[in-house]
């Protein structure tokens, strides 16, 4: 449960599941990178030409959400995998990045706005 388990447990159950594997020699940063990228292509390729009405049932379906949270677990695996190998805080990482966020997306120019930071 989200609530119950930590980042940090995460990375270790990765760990553990790797090293029983022996797979450290094939996750470097480049592999792993290719990794979170053909991962969440897999979870876009999902919505694919699909409109809101049909995602909305997506999530509605036993099937189909089971095949979105098993890729965007695989996305998340392939994250933490990488932060765990090369010793990344994901956690101190990710408040430092939405800081930055917040300076290059006020609330007072965003606020109910879809539009990129070069547009504001």
């Known amino acids: 449960m989200d609530n119950k388990t930590t980042i940090e447990d995460i990375k270790k159950q990765i760990k553990t599941f790797c090293d029983e594997r022996d ?6 940063a480049k592999d792993l990178a290719i990794g979170v990228s053909t991962e969440a292509n897999e979870l876009l390729d999902i919505f694919r030409f ?3 009405k ?5 999530f509605k379906d036993e099937k189909k959400r089971l ?9 998340l ?20 990045k939405m800081i930055k966020n917040g300076i290059k997306y006020p609330v007072e120019l965003c606020k109910s706005l879809n539009a990129s930071y070069k547009e504001l």
């Open 23 to 28: 797979w450290d020699q094939f996750h470097n």
């Open 50 to 52: 699909k409109t809101e």
């Open 54 to 58: 049909q995602i909305e049932q997506y």
């Open 67 to 75: 095949e979105i949270t098993e890729e965007m677990s695989d996305v």
């Open 77 to 96: 695996y392939f994250v933490l995998r990488l932060a765990q190998r090369y010793g990344i805080d994901v956690s101190t990482e990710f408040n430092k």
